[in-house]
């Protein structure tokens, strides 16, 4: 065992001696197995099924199938899912048959179940996992003019932070971790690899059916290194005879956004789809900050004047089709999809507000075919598949050649020399190929054995515009990463359920590397990095509404592309950078509670406690010349200790009361600095730039019938309120308050008119009412009060 443990072997080793006994063939029962399907034959993940009189029962699997072991007997079965009916079922099961096939089919209904999921405002929770995780439904925000990433706002202990208006870099917060420390999955693939063009901030939310959102431990089907969580966005696997869904919005800043979905059947087993979207905004609001004077060649820190943005257009639009075939003999479902998108983006800002550019930008494309397979049911029922294989090639332009430099007053004047940042005309070709494979096998015992593993390979080459001939570099970036999980998941009694895991994870590296001190010779630098993690994730049903949650992993992330490499800009990356590791614990309580046929109510409160070791921090860098930019360090040992609660409501169908706050703790917990081996000045405090107190409200109201059946009415108000941090140390001390993002308190109202069963919809949307001064990033000014307005209309199914 000693030997196992030195070899990392451990964890598996522990899972085979669990595995060992469900492999053991029980006597005298009965298997009953099968999946729990939509009406059109779609899988209905995490359904539950109990029998009644009995605490026994089986929580559906990512894919809709089940499996449970009874004796013979008689006995009345309830299957039941969020968003669908009930239904029972009558069974005598008998030894002479030892195995039964059994499928359920649910009929859609838009009341929530009791016992599965508490629904309020678009909020659902995943009650039955044992992962503490949420999902956000898009259907209450498909009529806003909300994209992605501001839906995911309302979740839970998350935090989205972005660096401006309409196309500006955007990373999420979740329990503390934030960047590259939460990985985002589009349809299984890696948002990172899908290129600048399809962020979360350029997504409309009509694309998605739902958002998940996975807290801390995460499950091995993504097959992924995250450290915080996951976030993935699962667009429709619905197959209708026909339908058209568009929609026109704009507003503020000369903002404009539009939409057009097309779908439906292609004979018996055929489907198609094509998602087609725009942005465009002028992001040219106001903002507060000190102005360099041109004539004295000074900044008065003091004097803060009103200024507008004039160098923030942006653009993006994006098509994305999908062909296939379900329900063959040979395969459930068979998808070939194409992503194409393109982008213009002019840069206002670089990583502080003090600098300010007028003329640099940045312009690129990206095309992605994708072919996913899906066979359910092999041997014998017990076994699923799945496997998916997608290829990305990206082009990002830089160009920075201007002789002028700018002020915030949009004065221009020659400059020392070429070049706003940086003399630049580079152009980055980037080629991303992934593979993943996830497998279901369900034991004869009841247990359940997963297999996930993806494989990505990634290529930059860079190439200098500047001379008539692109020249191009010699050694290009590279790195190839695979992550294997193998998870048993175990249901002993029918109210509690747990998983145990273990994880693999490689990433071979290769890249330039400098060999002189002025960086004027480089040399090909390779290596490889090869570790195992651990864990265990539970869930408890107590009866009376109330559920327990605990899991633990040893997780592991390994550094990102823009780590390693930067990203050509403003990023300088670090080749060499360890992978950060982590002792993850979560502790999650709810409470449920349905009173009569209208009152429902969720209670939540949740602790997490991490250990994070070689932390890789993103810092902001003097570059010399009034020039800013950003690097990667691993930052020694990092504590976090937070908590959330949330507290949702629901009255009949008309109103919907939501709020939620986190309090996250994250501290220097390193006490010695490893480079002088001198006490650490900052040990103890907190890590800067990282929002630790924030929470929200949301109210909804809903009024039917107002202008006749089928119309509805909906008011909707929600807050977003961020304690005041500090984008560099505490350790500043009375200088901190220079440093500092302040408090904020942000307001939201929408109104929602739609007719004729939502075939039409007029939205009209305020946006930071009170116009309150926002910030973000290194204190980056977001933008004040703005008025949008979005028409909506569907057709067919």
């Given at each position: ?5 030195q070899r990392?072997?451990?964890?598996y ?6 595995l060992?006994?469900t492999?053991a063939?029980a006597?005298?029962l009965v ?6 399907l ?5 899988a ?11 605490r026994?029962?089986a929580v ?9 072991q ?24 008998t030894t002479?048959?030892?195995?039964l096939?059994l499928?359920f089919?649910?009929?859609?209904s838009?009341r929530?179940l ?9 909020i ?11 999902t956000?439904e ?17 979740a839970?202990?998350?935090k989205v ?8 870099d955007?990373?999420?917060?979740l ?13 299984g693939i890696?948002?990172e690899g ?17 958002i998940?959102?996975?807290?801390g431990v995460?499950?091995?089907d993504f097959?992924?290194?995250a ?9 429709s696997?619905?197959t ?17 956004r539009?939409?057009l ?13 094509v ?12 903002v507060?900050t000190?102005v360099?004077?041109f004539?004295?060649?000074t900044?008065?820190?003091?004097r803060?004047?009103?200024v ?17 075939l ?14 194409y998108a393109q982008y ?8 502080r ?12 494309y990206s095309?992605?075919?994708t ?7 092999l041997?014998d029922?017990?076994l699923?598949l799945?496997?998916m294989t997608s ?18 007053r ?10 706003e940042?940086?003399?630049?005309h ?5 080629r991303?190929?992934?593979?993943s494979l ?5 034991l ?12 990505s390979?990634?290529t930059?080459?860079t190439s200098?515009?500047?001379a ?7 050694i ?7 992550v ?6 175990l249901?002993?009694?029918g109210?509690?359920?747990m998983t ?6 490689l990433q071979r590296?290769?890249?330039?590397i400098?060999?002189?001190g002025l ?5 090909r630098h390779?290596?490889?990095?090869s570790?195992?993690g ?10 009376r509404g ?7 992993e ?6 990102s592309?823009?780590?390693?490499f930067g990203d ?6 670090k080749?060499g ?6 002792h993850?614990?979560n ?8 009173l009569?046929?209208?009152?429902q ?5 949740g ?11 993103r ?12 690097s ?16 949702h ?12 706050y986190?309090?996250?703790d ?9 480079t ?6 900052g ?5 800067p730039?990282?929002?630790y107190?924030f ?6 109201l ?7 059946e089928?119309?509805l ?9 961020t304690?005041a941090?500090t984008?560099y140390?505490e ?10 993002v ?23 949307e ?14 980056l ?5 703005a ?6 209309v569907h057709l067919?199914?």
């Amino acid at each position: 065992m000693h030997h196992l443990l030195q070899r990392g072997l451990a964890p598996y080793f522990l899972l085979l001696l669990l595995l060992v006994p469900t492999l053991a063939e029980a006597q005298g029962l009965v298997t009953l197995r099968g999946r729990v399907l939509t009406t059109e034959g779609q899988a209905i993940p995490y359904a539950g099924l109990q029998l009644e009189g009995s605490r026994r029962g089986a929580v559906a699997d990512s894919l809709g199938g089940y499996q449970l072991q009874l004796p013979e007997g008689r006995y009345r079965l309830r299957v039941s899912a969020l968003g669908y009916q009930s239904q029972q079922r009558e069974l005598v099961l008998t030894t002479r048959t030892p195995e039964l096939q059994l499928d359920f089919r649910l009929v859609a209904s838009s009341r929530q179940l009791e016992g599965v999921e508490i629904v309020a405002r678009g909020i659902g929770r995943l009650q039955r996992s044992p992962y503490n995780a949420v999902t956000l439904e898009s259907r209450a925000y498909r009529s806003s003019t909300k994209s992605l990433s501001e839906v995911l706002a309302a979740a839970p202990g998350v935090k989205v932070r972005q660096t401006g208006g309409v196309g500006s870099d955007t990373n999420v917060s979740l329990d503390g971790f934030s960047g590259k420390h939460v990985k985002v999955f589009i349809d299984g693939i890696p948002q990172e690899g899908l290129g600048r063009s399809l962020g979360l901030n350029n997504i409309p939310i009509s694309y998605a059916e739902r958002i998940e959102v996975y807290r801390g431990v995460v499950p091995v089907d993504f097959a992924t290194d995250a450290i915080g969580g996951v976030i993935n966005i699962v667009t429709s696997q619905r197959t209708r005879p026909w339908y058209v869904d568009a929609s026109y919005a704009a507003g503020s800043f000369a903002t404009h956004r539009s939409t057009l979905s097309v779908g439906g059947r292609l004979g018996q087993a055929g489907f198609f789809g094509v998602e087609a979207f725009q942005n465009y905004s002028r992001n040219n609001y106001w903002v507060d900050t000190p102005v360099q004077d041109f004539a004295s060649g000074t900044i008065d820190l003091d004097r803060v004047e009103h200024v507008q943005r004039f160098h923030d257009t942006y653009h993006n639009e994006a098509v994305i089709a999908k062909l296939g075939l379900q329900r063959q003999p040979w395969a459930d479902r068979l998808q070939l999809s194409l992503r194409y998108a393109q982008y213009y983006k002019e840069i206002q800002t670089g990583v502080r507000q003090s600098i300010v550019f007028g003329e640099r930008h940045r312009r690129g494309y990206s095309w992605s075919p994708t072919l996913e397979y899906v066979r359910r049911q092999l041997l014998d029922g017990r076994l699923d598949l799945t496997l998916m294989t997608s290829y990305t090639q990206a082009r990002s332009t830089l160009i920075d050649t201007t002789a002028y430099k700018y002020n915030w007053r949009g004065e221009r004047e020659l400059g020392l020399g070429l070049g706003e940042q940086g003399y630049a005309h580079n152009r980055d070709d980037e080629r991303t190929w992934t593979a993943s494979l996830s497998s279901l096998l369900r034991l004869r015992s009841g247990a359940a054995l997963k297999l996930s593993h993806q494989f990505s390979h990634f290529t930059r080459e860079t190439s200098s515009l500047l001379a008539r001939q692109a020249v191009g570099t010699d050694i290009p970036d590279r790195t190839a990463k695979g992550v294997t999980g193998l998870s048993l998941q175990l249901r002993p009694q029918g109210w509690l359920g747990m998983t145990l895991f273990a994880k693999h994870y490689l990433q071979r590296v290769s890249g330039a590397i400098a060999t002189t001190g002025l960086q004027g010779q480089f040399v090909r630098h390779s290596y490889a990095t090869s570790t195992f993690g651990y864990g265990l994730a539970s869930s408890a049903e107590l009866g009376r509404g109330w559920q327990l949650k605990a899991s633990y992993e040893r997780a592991y992330r390994l550094p990102s592309i823009t780590e390693l490499f930067g990203d050509n800009d403003l990023d300088q990356g670090k080749l060499g950078l360890r992978p950060e590791y982590s002792h993850n614990l979560n502790l999650n309580a709810s409470w449920s509670h349905r009173l009569g046929a209208l009152h429902q109510l969720l209670l939540e409160g949740g602790l997490i406690w991490r250990d994070t070791r070689d932390y890789i921090q993103r810092t902001v860098q003097n570059n010399g010349g009034g020039h800013w930019g950003a690097s990667y360090i691993n930052y020694g040992r990092v504590h976090t200790r937070g908590l959330n609660l949330g507290l949702h409501y629901d009255y009949a169908d008309w109103l919907s009361l939501g709020g939620n706050y986190t309090l996250m703790d994250v501290r220097d917990a390193l006490p010695t600095d490893p480079t002088s081996g001198l006490p650490n000045v900052g040990y103890k405090h907190r890590m800067p730039n990282l929002p630790y107190s924030f929470g929200g409200l949301e109210l909804s109201l809903r009024r039917k019938g107002i202008l006749g059946e089928g119309s509805l009415l909906s008011l909707g108000y929600d807050n977003q309120y961020t304690r005041a941090f500090t984008f560099y140390s505490e350790r500043l001390g009375v200088n901190a308050r220079d440093f500092l993002v302040p408090d904020q308190l942000a307001h939201n109202l929408t109104m929602t008119l739609s007719l004729a069963r939502e075939r039409y919809a007029l939205s009209l949307e305020c946006r930071n009412l009170t116009d309150a001064a926002l910030y973000d990033n290194y204190s980056l000014q977001k933008a004040g009060r703005a008025l949008y307005a979005k028409l909506r209309v569907h057709l067919g199914h």
